[in-house]
């Protein structure tokens, strides 16, 4: 099943705005929470990511916000530009390594 | 240094048919992990090798192997193919400890018709 629960499937955010994607999880033994950004014809790659000892971590224009009691966190783009549309994933994982991921939110930033 | 690197980019194949993938990781990562990317089941995880054993296995069915070699290139292959099996295949290289961070190649697109 799902193990990570993302959230909204699309968002369609104008240019200077706030951008945010939740992902929730059921699994206590993650412990690495970190967000991909995909662009058509390119693999993921890692944007940030927070470990359950901190409730937010900031880079840039992206902040994930870490909710341990909820189990969920979430990711903001601040002042989202055109060129941050992209696919993108939240994934979780445990010791064992791999990467349990969300099903992914189609990000479009307007002009 | 040079990202991960996957070969080929594309391929066809027939039901029945066998293929094998390629990919080489980052300089001086020895873990390289596999994942099928598909619209429906979206990123899904198929193993992991750590110095040329398997250290973790996704739910996938036995026509799914790989194998990784003694310079840290991979392979993967599937055998007996089938239209399901159409999607995008990515390759991640991580250094070793399982902490670390997974950094993904292009991926290879594979069409089964």
């Known amino acids: 099943q799902q193990q990570v629960k993302q959230s909204p499937q699309s968002l369609i955010v104008q240019k200077g705005g706030i951008s945010i994607i939740n992902c929730a999880y059921e699994?206590?033994?993650?412990?690495?929470f970190p967000w991909y950004q995909q662009f058509p014809g390119k693999g993921p790659a890692l944007l940030i990511a927070?470990?359950?000892?901190?409730s937010e971590k900031k880079e840039g224009r992206f902040t994930i916000s870490f909710n341990k009691s909820a189990k969920q966190f979430s990711l903001h783009i601040m002042d989202s530009q055109p060129g941050d549309s992209a696919t993108y994933f939240c994934?979780?994982?445990?010791?064992?390594?791999?990467?349990?991921f969300g099903k992914g939110t189609s990000l479009l930033v307007t002009p | 240094k040079a990202g991960v690197t996957q070969t080929p980019r594309y391929l066809i194949k027939t039901r029945g048919q066998q293929v094998t993938l390629s990919c080489s990781p980052i300089?001086?990562?020895?873990?390289v992990s596999w994942y099928q990317q598909t619209p429906g089941q979206g990123l899904q995880f198929l193993f992991e090798?750590?110095?040329?054993?398997?250290?973790n296995k996704g739910n996938f069915p036995g026509r799914f192997s790989g194998r990784q070699f003694s310079n840290s290139r991979s392979e993967m292959n599937v055998s007996t193919l089938e239209l399901g099996d159409s999607a995008l295949y990515l390759c991640?290289?991580?250094?070793?400890?399982?902490?670390?961070?997974?950094?993904f190649g292009p991926g290879t697109r594979l069409t089964v018709l």
């Open positions: 991640a290289s991580q250094g070793g400890a399982i902490t670390d961070t997974q950094y």
């Open positions: 994934a979780a994982s445990g010791q064992g390594g791999a990467l349990n």
């Open positions: 300089s001086g990562h020895r873990s």
């Open positions: 090798y750590f110095s040329e054993t398997q250290r």
């Open positions: 699994n206590t033994a993650f412990d690495y």
């Open positions: 927070i470990r359950p000892d901190v």
